[in-house]
């Protein structure tokens, strides 16, 4: 589960819904290759700024929750995890090479989306709308006489 970071001068729960898709699309999966991931991102982890919530992987694709703090962009996140997840993927699994020709393990694009930790869009949505009117409806019933 994700947690706040703090930090001296802000507080955040960034969460990101990263989606990779294997070069060509080939089935290069299996446990072997899920173990390896799942150990490199840990080594991610205790470098960098970036919690691996959860880590999901199918034949084709791997889908990541992944939490950083803000120093990191979406796209910085995306490079640091492809770069590093290849090349241990190629040196610790080379029958992996066979099936991706061309050196290249990740396709060259990817999906990304923000998660929310206490909302969908729709909720965040009319929170952020209706931020004022307490205050609002409050200033109008005291001009009123109300209070």
Known sequence: ?????????????????LVFPAKYRRAV???????????VCLGIEARY??????????KD????????????SVTKIVTMIKSITAKEIFKRCPQVK???WGGEFWT???FAST???HGNEATIGMYVKNQ????????????????
């Open 1 to 17: 589960m994700s947690e706040y970071i703090h930090k001296d001068h802000n507080v955040t729960a960034l969460l990101y819904h």
């Open 29 to 39: 999966f299996d446990e072997n290759v899920d173990m390896v991931l799942k150990e």
């Open 49 to 58: 700024e970036i919690k691996f919530v959860e880590i999901g992987t199918d």
């Open 61 to 72: 694709h791997v889908h990541f929750l992944v939490q950083s703090v803000p120093r990191y």
């Open 98 to 100: 066979k099936k991706l």
């Open 108 to 110: 060259g694009g990817y």
């Open 115 to 117: 998660v929310g930790k």
């Open 132 to 147: 004022g009117n307490e205050y609002q409806k409050l200033h109008s019933d005291s001009q009123m006489g109300l209070f």
